[in-house]
T-cell receptor, first 107, second 113 residues
Framework: ELKVEQNPLFLSMQEGKNYTIYCNYSTTSDRLYWYRQDPGKSLESLFVLLSNGAVKQEGRLMASLDTKARLSTLHITAAVHDLSATYFCAVGNQFYFGTGTSLTVIP | DAGVIQSPRHEVTEMGQEVTLRCKPISGHNSLFWYRQTMMRGLELLIYFNNNVPIDDSGMPEDRFSAKMPNASFSTLKIQPSEPRDSAVYFC???????????FGPGTRLLVL
């Protein structure tokens, strides 16, 4: 079974700052997904990354995939309070999920 | 479009009872996914369908769980008999197929006493 590790598990950051969330996985895969979940709510798809070197950006979020390193990053630029949520990565055809990163942006 | 519709939104039942969860995907989407979320196990893919055909059910925990998709606009996830450890939030999602963006329903919160 593919193992997926996210770090950090918890992240508290000030508005305006930059930070990166990491998603490492144990076996080769060429597809990776990022999701957002607000407390008590459903999930929202953020990015689908399908090849080595893929980079996608939406607003203050940018995701990248390095299949050789088995690593994806979700970079947050100039954080705002509305980005507070839990972020999950999922890997492979069977959608193995990471444990999630709970992000709190402090005004 | 109304998005992915799930029913019921909340279900409380007693151990041993049959539970049926329902999902209506977004019109035109041909892939449908069932997920489960618990504090202990996190998010898990249970099964997914493509063009109404089950493609991968390796995440279905045991024979007590079954899923069907009789047509492109409806799917069910059934648990019989239910057990307290089945308590979770069950999400349904749909997509246009392949590794495309998924759209999630609001979830069904199941509590088995």
């Amino acid at each position: 079974e593919l193992k997926v590790e996210q770090n950090p598990l918890f992240l508290s950051m000030q508005e305006g700052k930059n930070y990166t969330i990491y998603c490492n996985y144990s076996t080769t895969s060429d597809r990776l997904y990022w999701y957002r979940q607000d407390p008590g709510k459903s999930l929202e798809s953020l990015f689908v990354l399908l090849s080595n070197g893929a980079v996608k950006q939406e607003g203050r979020l940018m995701a990248s995939l390095d299949t050789k390193a088995r690593l994806s990053t979700l970079h947050i630029t100039a954080a705002v309070h509305d980005l507070s949520a839990t972020y999950f990565c999922a890997v492979g055809n069977q959608f193995y999920f990471g444990t999630g990163t709970s992000l709190t942006v402090i005004p | 479009d109304a998005g992915v519709i799930q029913s019921p939104r909340h279900e409380v039942t007693e151990m041993g009872q049959e539970v049926t969860l329902r999902c209506k995907p977004i019109s035109g989407h041909n892939s449908l996914f069932w997920y489960r979320q618990t504090m202990m196990r996190g998010l898990e893919l249970l099964i997914y369908f493509n063009n109404n055909v089950p493609i991968d059910d390796s995440g279905m925990p045991e024979d007590r769980f079954s899923a069907k998709m009789p047509n492109a606009s409806f799917s069910t996830l059934k648990i019989q008999p239910s057990e307290p450890r089945d308590s979770a939030v069950y999400f349904c999602a749909s997509s246009l197929g392949g590794p495309e963006t998924q759209y999630f329903g609001p979830g069904t919160r199941l509590l088995v006493l």
